[in-house]
C-alpha cells in the first residue's frame, strides 16, 4: 500500500506568482486536508475535501483554493503569491469524512515553497 | 476553541523513558486527545489518541487524567530516532476536521 505523496518536493516561485502543489493520498481514503507550516511552527490547517467537496476550512483568504479528483487526490492552488507564503505544505489523507475527527491522519513529506 | 500547553522543550537519555506533559484545561466533552510527531524534514506522524482511559499501542502509552485537564504521552524506551517534535492536539468529534497543532515540544534524545 503507497502512502500519502506530494509533489513537486521543492519549488521557487515569485511574488504574484501562481502555484498548485499535488497530493496523492492513500489508497481508500477518500479524505484529503492540507495544512501549512512556517519555519519553526506547527502546521496550520488550511481546509479538507471530502468526496470532492470542500467541508471545513481554516483561516485563510479565498486565494487559497483547492480540487479533489475523483480518484481523491487533490491540489492545492495559491494565487498573488506573497512572501509569507514561503512555509512547507503538507497533505494529510483519512479514510473516511465521517470518522475521520476520531482517527488517524497520515500526512505525506510535503512541498517545500519558497516565495522570492 | 480548546487549546493545548506543551514544554517547549525536553531532554531525556537513550534508552530511559520520557514522559511529555500537554495541559488542555478547556477541554469539551467531544474533544479527543491526538498526539503526533515530526522527524526532521518530514510530514508529522500519527502516535497515539484517546477520549478518557489511558491507551497503549507499539509505539507510546497515553495517560489521561481523571478529569481530562491534562495527559502525558510515555515513550518506554527512548531511543535517539524518537528525536522529534510532539505536538498534542485536541479534535472536536463534532466539528470541522481541523487540527489545531501548538508548536509542540522538541524532544532531544542524548546518547
Known amino acids: 500500500e503507497t502512502g500519502v505523496t506530494q509533489s513537486p518536493t521543492h519549488l521557487i516561485k515569485t511574488r504574484g506568482q501562481q502555484v498548485t502543489l499535488r497530493c496523492s493520498s492513500q489508497s481508500g481514503h477518500n479524505t484529503v486536508s492540507w495544512y501549512q507550516q512556517a519555519l519553526g511552527q506547527g502546521p496550520q490547517f488550511i481546509f479538507q475535501?471530502?468526496?470532492?467537496?470542500?467541508?471545513g476550512r481554516g483561516n485563510f483568504p479565498p486565494r487559497f483554493s483547492g480540487l479533489q479528483f475523483p480518484n481523491y487526490s487533490s491540489e492545492l492552488n495559491v494565487n498573488a503569491l506573497e512572501l509569507d507564503d514561503s512555509a512547507l505544505y503538507l497533505c494529510?489523507?483519512?479514510?473516511?469524512?465521517?470518522?475521520?475527527?476520531?482517527?488517524?491522519?497520515?500526512f505525506g513529506e510535503g512541498s517545500r515553497l519558497t516565495v522570492l | 476553541d480548546a487549546k493545548t500547553t506543551q514544554p517547549n522543550s525536553m531532554e531525556s537519555n537513550e534508552e530511559e523513558p520520557v514522559h511529555l506533559p500537554c495541559n488542555h484545561s478547556t477541554i469539551s466533552g467531544t474533544d479527543y486527545i491526538h498526539w503526533y510527531r515530526q522527524l526532521p524534514s518530514q510530514g508529522p506522524e500519527y502516535v497515539i489518541h484517546g477520549l478518557t482511559s489511558n491507551v497503549n499501542n507499539r509505539m507510546a502509552s497515553l495517560a489521561i487524567a481523571e478529569d481530562r485537564k491534562s495527559s502525558t504521552l510515555i515513550l518506554h524506551r527512548a531511543t535517539l530516532r524518537d528525536a522529534a517534535v510532539y505536538y498534542c492536539?485536541?479534535?472536536?468529534?463534532?466539528?470541522?476536521?481541523?487540527?489545531?497543532f501548538g508548536a509542540g515540544t522538541r524532544l532531544t534524545v542524548k546518547p
Open positions: 475535501y471530502y468526496r470532492e467537496e470542500e467541508n
Open positions: 494529510a489523507s483519512s479514510p473516511s469524512g465521517l470518522s475521520a475527527n476520531t482517527g488517524e491522519l497520515f
Open positions: 492536539i485536541l479534535r472536536d468529534s463534532q466539528g470541522n476536521n481541523d487540527m489545531r
